[in-house]
């Protein structure tokens, strides 16, 4: 239990993260319950998930 809370707090963090840098690298996601969802479940993968479909579809 304590793994997966430290995990969702470091999906969240780096769904922060690249929004916070997004206006250096051109790429942020848009905070909504999906990406709240897959970062928190997911924690770093999940970010790293939704930038490559972000960067793919977009």
Known sequence: M???LISA?????????VNL???YTGVWIPVNRLSLAAS???????VT??????????
């Open 9 to 17: 707090a470091l999906g969240l963090l780096a769904l922060a993260l």
């Open 49 to 58: 998930l939704l930038v490559i479909l972000n960067t793919l579809l977009l």
């Open 21 to 23: 840098t997004g206006q």
């Open 2 to 4: 304590k793994s997966f």
């Open 40 to 46: 928190g479940v997911l924690g770093v993968p999940g």
